[in-house]
């Protein structure tokens, strides 16, 4: 929840006032979305406050478990939840997927090769991280069956039918599960501490540069 204050400062919950971007940026940003060519590379050189921000630690007084993560793909495993399941009948083949250090494209790329069909025949209704182990729906418009795929890094764990195309958004979200390896002695006590707090006072929906990417 944000408020304007009178001297041009943001109020965001639980964080620290934060300056309102000025007007000149703002224009700016806008401009350099409306022009092209040499006239884009002058805008560029206008100030814009795009850097990310540091954000306070809601556990800042808690000690941390410490370790690593994402060493292996299977460190950092993601399952989509399908906001519905497969009907069995339908014009569209709707398949579960397993893909290894894969963009979701990847997988849409190889399943369309394999299915000898074009890639905007197949539907997805998330994308999913590429450093990981991720299983999720894809749908194909197509009267096959069965795919044939011989793939080290994906396979197809399931089929059946639809009547409709998968769109984004065509989900109840994903689940993770997270390997953190090398951590201290007691961080199963240290981590049940911070799980207490945050269940106690929330956490903030932020996000990250990585939904501003590609995958």
Known sequence: IAKERPEGYHV??????RRAPDASRTLAARAIAMTDGAERGSLRAMPLDLLPRPLPLLTADLPGTGGTIKIT????????LPAYLPSGDG??????????????QDA??????????????????????RQALSRQWLSLAT???????????????ETSRHGNKLRLGHSK?????LVIRDTTPDAETRAHAI????????????????????H
């Open 12 to 17: 965001f919950a639980g964080l620290p006032p």
């Open 73 to 80: 793909p299977e460190d950092f495993i993601v399952d989509e």
């Open 91 to 104: 014009q569209h083949l709707y398949v579960l997927v397993e893909k290894r250090q894969l963009t979701t």
């Open 108 to 129: 849409v790329r190889l399943i369309a090769a394999a299915a000898d069909i074009p890639e905007r025949d197949i539907g997805y209704a998330g994308q999913k991280d």
């Open 143 to 157: 009267a096959k069956d069965a795919i044939h795929l011989d793939h080290p890094r994906l396979r197809i764990l």
């Open 173 to 177: 979200g994903n689940r993770f599960t």
């Open 195 to 214: 799980l207490d707090r945050l269940a106690k006072t929330g956490l903030a929906n932020f996000f990250g540069p990585q939904r501003f990417g590609k």
